[in-house]
């Protein structure tokens, strides 16, 4: 079996908790890992990019010069492409980047990420998460876990308010629920902590 460090809840190490081979020892994929992380980017963009075409620019009705005796090229509009106030050939225009992997692409690329976060040493586990909602008490945990100044993400089956509260103004520190995380969340991370019964809710969603 596969093990990590065990904290308890002050912060300080009282051990190590064996973990899932199935989950946390399989060898990664990473193209699928490059996939996961490829979904989820594509789906935080906007897509709000535009640029005015022919329909959108006003005026124009009248020829900028005369068609003949110039010697230059004829101009019909003048807010053509070419001129200057023209419209943007071929531009920018409004879309939907969003895609969705397969349901069972997605959960092999979850479980990559797990086995990855383990096998790059970020994976730690703590009893539980206590806090009356200071950010002081959040902050002085993290340093006994020497972890503080790092990209830390928390991981619960459900975060209390308390805990949101504590950790909302923490550099770094991202809260989640363990059904919501993904992989890129993990391969971002420098440290990722899991409590008791969130490392039970991975093991139960994996178990489905």
Known sequence: MLSVNLFDDKGKKSGSLEVPEDIFGTRPNQHLLYLAVREYLDNQRQGTAASQNAADVRGGGKKP?????????????????????GYAAHGPEPRDHSWELPKKSRQAALRSAWSDGFKSGKLGVIESLKTTGKTKEMVELFKTMEMGGQKVLLLDQVHSPEVRKSGRNIPGLILKPVREVNPYDIIKADKVILTRKGLEAVKEAFAK
């Open 65 to 85: 010069f005369k068609q003949k005796g110039t010697g230059r090229a004829r101009q019909g509009s003048t807010r053509s492409s070419i001129m200057v106030g």
